[in-house]
T-cell receptor, first 116, second 114 residues
Framework: AQKITQTQPGMFVQEKEAVTLDCTYDTSDPSYGLFWYKQPSSGEMIFLIYQGSYDQQNATEGRYSLNFQKARKSANLVISASQLGDSAMYFCAMRDFKAAGNKLTFGGGTRVLVKP | DAGVTQSPTHLIKTRGQQVTLRCSPISGHKSVSWYQQVLGQGPQFIFQYYEKEERGRGNFPDRFSARQFPNYSSELNVNALLLGDSALYLC?????????????FGPGTRLTVL
């Protein structure tokens, strides 16, 4: 069974600084994808970044980058130059590519509060 | 184009009642998935439907059921509501429902069971 662990329940970060959100995962499948989502107080899950298990390079999307360490089974999200609008819950999720469907397994989330 | 829409936005029910939640996917998307997000936790997968067929089911009791209509919209039904069913119910749509397709989430329906 797949499992996602996010050990930081909450974090404060100063505006314009970088913040790293930890995510470790457990799976026996060689083919999988790792996702990060942002959930503001409105509730909608917003896709941020994706990393495939066979991707050779770490994924980047604007101010978001993923520090993927396959041997350690970690996929940490780095948000650079934090903005007040980055205050939200952040979820790490995994998808097993052997399965027929597109089920996502989510971690417990990390709440980020950006201070001005 | 409109994103994923869900109705109602909020709902209050009492224990033992039944509830139906609705989801309309992005135009052209044929797969809908449902997730339950209890306060303070990450979402948990309930169902996936593709072309009106169930493609996946999470670890939820038989009180939870769903269906997908010919226009690809979907309903999630929960019978004999318990206090623990209070949660945000998220719907996500994807084009083909396969593992390589991105899912787009709706704003959710917040269910409160009293």
């Amino acid at each position: 069974a797949q499992k996602i662990t996010q050990t930081q329940p909450g974090m404060f970060v100063q505006e314009k600084e970088a913040v790293t959100l930890d995510c470790t995962y457990d799976t026996s499948d060689p083919s999988y994808g790792l996702f990060w989502y942002k959930q503001p107080s409105s509730g909608e899950m917003i896709f941020l970044i994706y990393q495939g298990s066979y991707d050779q390079q770490n994924a980047t999307e604007g101010r978001y980058s993923l520090n993927f360490q396959k041997a350690r089974k970690s996929a940490n999200l780095v948000i650079s130059a934090s903005q007040l609008g980055d205050s939200a819950m952040y979820f790490c999720a995994m998808r097993d590519f052997k399965a027929a469907g597109n089920k996502l397994t989510f971690g417990g989330g990390t709440r980020v509060l950006v201070k001005p | 184009d409109a994103g994923v829409t869900q109705s109602p936005t909020h709902l209050i029910k009492t224990r033992g009642q039944q509830v139906t939640l609705r989801c309309s996917p992005i135009s052209g998307h044929k797969s809908v998935s449902w997730y339950q997000q209890v306060l303070g936790q990450g979402p948990q997968f309930i169902f996936q439907y593709y072309e009106k067929e169930e493609r996946g089911r999470g670890n939820f009791p038989d009180r939870f059921s769903a269906r997908q209509f010919p226009n690809y919209s979907s309903e999630l039904n929960v019978n004999a509501l318990l206090l623990g069913d209070s949660a945000l119910y998220l719907c996500a749509s994807s084009s083909t429902g396969g593992p390589y397709n991105e899912q787009f989430f709706g704003p959710g329906t917040r269910l409160t069971v009293l």
